[in-house]
């Protein structure tokens, strides 16, 4: 995926007004020039993308969460109702199981 102006007036600019050093080899994946900084050298683009996918996930994972409180709140009495609401807990306990794994896998 290359890098739009967008990302290249948010994230390179700003970096190269921090003092940043920009380098002659660009990121594989993106294609932004990488740079230099305090002894790391880094694609600022892909960290940044990093970063926002990383940001929506847990907001995901947080209404997931909210969802799984609400259901475990409102149990009913009905077993059949009960285990429909079961179900949709374990579902929503099984997605939340992919979020961790996937942040473990930053």
Same mark, same amino acid.
């Given at each position: 995926?290359?890098?739009?102006?967008?990302?290249?007036? $948010?994230?390179?600019?700003?970096?190269?007004?921090?003092?940043? $050093?920009?380098?002659?080899?660009?990121?594989?994946?993106? =294609?932004?020039?990488?740079?230099?900084?305090? =002894?790391? *050298?880094?694609?600022? *683009?892909?960290?940044?993308?990093?970063?926002?996918?990383?940001?929506?996930?847990?907001?995901? #994972?947080?209404?997931?969460? #909210?969802?799984?409180?609400?259901?475990? %709140?409102?149990?009913?009495?009905? *077993?059949?109702?009960?285990? $429909?609401?079961?179900? *949709?807990? #374990?579902?929503?306990? %099984?997605?939340?199981?992919?979020? $961790?794994?996937?942040?473990?896998?930053?």
């Amino acid at each position: 995926m290359s890098v739009s102006d967008e990302e290249i007036r $948010k994230i390179i600019l700003p970096l190269m007004l921090s003092g940043a $050093k920009m380098l002659d080899k660009h990121c594989p994946k993106c =294609g932004s020039p990488l740079f230099e900084k305090d =002894g790391r *050298v880094f694609c600022p *683009v892909c960290e940044h993308r990093r970063k926002e996918k990383l940001r929506e996930m847990k907001g995901i #994972e947080e209404r997931l969460m #909210e969802k799984l409180t609400e259901l475990a %709140n409102s149990l009913p009495d009905d *077993v059949d109702e009960l285990e $429909k609401h079961l179900r *949709v807990m #374990e579902l929503i306990i %099984n997605l939340l199981e992919r979020y $961790k794994a996937l942040e473990g896998g930053k």
